[in-house]
Nanobody
Framework: QGQLVESGGGSVQAGGSLRLACAVS??????????MAWFRQAQEKEREGVAA????????YYTDSVKGRFTISRDKDKNIVYLQMNNLRPEDTAMYYC????????????????WGQGTQVTVSS
């Protein structure tokens, strides 16, 4: 089975940028990976979908609060999915998780089969 490993989290001030990376190990984009996505979970809140990308189509999806600030992309040769986060806000502070699976609704957590361990993003005001 594939494994997902996140990296790139850290602490920044509001207005700053970070780029998260999700490396897919085991084999490149297995057939089960219809979508890859980034979710986040802040303390005492539900895990929410942030952005997703169709592995074959490259079509991207974003939650409203990050549109225009975050960009999801994929590098097929390196088996990596990125999340470029610009103009970060304190409310973006959360643990960010990479996920993969065949899904109908990209933002539905339960539809994803594979998850990484998460990487922390902290934005100070």
């Amino acid at each position: 089975q594939g494994q997902l490993v996140e990296s790139g989290g850290g602490s920044v001030q509001a207005g700053g940028s970070l780029r998260l990376a999700c490396a897919v190990s085991a084999y490149p984009y297995p057939s089960d990976y219809g979508f890859m996505a980034w979710f986040r979970q802040a303390q005492e809140k539900e895990r929410e979908g942030v952005a997703a990308i169709g592995i074959r189509s490259g079509t991207t999806y974003y939650t409203d609060s990050v549109k225009g600030r975050f960009t999801i992309s994929r590098d097929k040769d390196k088996n990596i999915v990125y999340l470029q986060m610009n103009n970060l806000r304190p409310e973006d502070t959360a643990m960010y998780y990479c996920a993969a699976g065949r899904v109908v609704n990209w933002a539905t957590r339960a539809q994803y089969n594979y998850w990484g361990q998460g990487t922390q993003v902290t934005v100070s005001s």
